[in-house]
């Protein structure tokens, strides 16, 4: 499975952005997709999951209420609306694919394939 993530940018404190990811090659072996973000000098960090069946979606809590995960499962993409964003929400966004659906949704290693990580700066 190979993943492309864009739509990355800078937008003011307070702003909208919209992430999109691109699943391409043995999508059909993926169960799930979720976005993952790494601040600088941070460790990477879950923000957001949705399996490609069904309507559950999982979140971070500092995301909750702003942010919103959603897929087409038609393109084989999944999106991210960003809204209200906070100077902490600057980072570098990856989109990541799992091929099981495994013990948790925010534990990184549990995630099989990765996108090249699209970086969103929000300035205060």
């Known amino acids: 499975v190979q993943l492309q993530a864009f739509g990355g940018g800078l937008v003011q404190a307070g702003g909208s952005l919209r992430l999109s990811c691109a699943a391409s090659g043995r999508t059909f072996s993926s169960v799930a997709m979720g976005w993952f973000r790494q601040a600088p000098g941070k460790e990477r960090e879950f923000v957001a999951a949705?399996?490609?069946?069904?309507?559950?979606?999982y979140y971070t809590d500092s995301v909750k209420g702003r942010f919103t995960i959603s897929r087409d499962n038609a393109k084989n993409t999944v999106y991210l609306q960003m809204n209200s964003l906070k100077p902490d929400d600057t980072a570098v966004y990856y989109c990541?694919?799992?091929?099981?659906?495994?013990?948790?949704?925010?534990?990184?290693?549990?995630?099989?394939?990765w996108g090249q990580g699209t970086l969103v700066t929000v300035s205060s």
């Open positions: 990541a694919a799992r091929e099981t659906y495994g013990s948790s949704w925010d534990d990184a290693d549990e995630y099989d394939y």
């Open positions: 949705i399996p490609w069946r069904g309507i559950s979606t």
